[in-house]
Structures are given as C-alpha cells and as structure tokens.
C-alpha cells in the first residue's frame, strides 16, 4: 500500500513570496491533515478536511494560508505571501475517517525555509 | 487547554540501555495516548498507543502504560539499539473531538554502538 506522498521536499523563498505543497493521501483515506512543525516543537494542526469539507481550521492563519481538497483526495496548501516565521516543515497525514481511534499516517513532509 | 509535556533531549544511550522517556499530559476529558517515532528524513509513524486508562501498548520492545493517577504515559524500553534513534513524540487525541491530536515537543534519541 502507498504510503501518503508529499512534494515538494524542500522549498527554499524569500519572504513576500508565495508557495504550495501538495498532498496525496493514501487512497480510501476520508480524512486528510495538514501540519506545520517548527524546528523543536512538535507538529501543530492547521486544517483538517473530511472528504472535500472542512472539519477543523481554527489554527489556520487565514490572512495568509490557504488550504483546499477539491476533490476529496488530493490537497494542495498555499501561503501568500509568506513570512520568515513560516519557515517549518509542513506534514500531510490522512486516515480513515475521524475517530481518535483511526490512525493517522503521515507523509515525509516539505521542509519550507524563508529567506 | 489539552497538552503533552515530554521530557526534552537530546538523549544519548549505549546499545543495550534501558530507556525511558517520561510523558505527561493535561486533558479535560478522557484521551487516547500515542507515541509516534521519526527516523531521519522520514515522517512520523505511529509506534504505540493505549485508548483507556492502565492499558499498556507496546511494539518493536517499545511499551507504555496509560496512567490516570499520574496522567503519564512513559516510554520504555529494556535493550535499545543503534536502529532506534530517532525522535520520539508523544500525542494525545480527544474521543469525539475530530480526532484533534496534541503533540509534544519531541525527544531525539541517539544510541551509540
């Protein structure tokens, strides 16, 4: 089974620039996160969709982050325009369904630096 | 609000020493409790877990024990070896809460031969 695919690895930009990571999860897989991780912390939820629909993105700064499942499978994130604070590695999980019983599978995440 | 406090690294052991890395947690309600492991350049995969108080998961030699009483949920293992370091991160979800998971901050293990 495939495990959840993330691209780019790595981006490097300067600040004021835009950026997107996408995200494919592993097929049959209903619920799709999306993570930022500073380097020293553990991972912090920004977005989780069920399906195409949003569940949660209370943690998402909106005025810059952007986030979309068109079709409930793959998903792409988007900062616009980024900031130097926004330098992490963003990490896709998806599982099942939602239920703190439904393990979460992550990708390998995209290291994002900020200049 | 809902959190995990684990012990911070980086930690640094022998092959075959016992280790332990302490986890505790703060939940308004009833939480599941998990370790997830990252080995480098890769992402994070679920190691153990444990839904319900004094029930211990355990995998690879990994365990940990659910204690309410203590609100714990420590990590051990008797023999560790070079193949086990990694970052190790504790995480709680809340029942019924979207499967909100709450990470800590990690702790990196390096284990020399």
């Known amino acids: 089974e495939a495990g959840v695919a993330q691209s780019p690895r790595y981006k490097i930009i300067e600040k004021r620039q835009s950026v997107a990571f996408w995200c494919n999860p592993i097929s049959g897989h209903a619920t799709l996160y999306w993570y930022q991780q500073i380097l020293g912390q553990g991972p912090k939820l920004l977005i989780q969709?069920?399906?195409?629909?949003?569940?949660?993105d209370s943690q998402l700064p909106k005025d810059r982050f952007s986030a979309e499942r068109l079709k409930g499978v793959d998903s792409t994130l988007k900062i616009q325009p980024a900031k130097l604070e926004d330098s992490a590695v963003y990490l896709c999980?998806?599982?099942?369904?939602?239920?703190?019983?439904?393990?979460?599978?992550f990708g390998p995440g995209t290291r994002l630096t900020v200049l | 609000g809902d959190s995990v406090t684990q012990m911070e690294g980086p930690v640094t052991l022998s092959e075959e020493a016992f280790l332990t890395i302490n986890c505790t947690y703060t939940?308004?309600?009833?939480?599941?409790l998990f370790w997830y492991v990252q080995y480098p350049g890769e992402g994070l995969q679920l190691l153990l877990k444990?839904?319900?108080?004094?029930d211990k998961g355990s995998n690879k030699g990994f365990e940990a024990t659910y204690r309410k009483e203590t609100t714990s949920f420590h990590l051990e293992k008797g023999s560790v070896q070079v193949s086990d370091s990694a970052v190790y991160f504790c995480a709680l979800s809340l029942r019924g809460n979207n499967n909100d998971m709450r990470f800590g901050a990690g702790t990196r293990l390096t284990v020399k031969p």
């Open positions: 444990a839904t319900k108080a004094d």
């Open positions: 939940a308004t309600g009833y939480p599941s």
């Open positions: 999980a998806s599982s099942l369904d939602v239920g703190s019983y439904n393990e979460q599978f």
């Open positions: 969709f069920q399906n195409n629909g949003v569940v949660d």
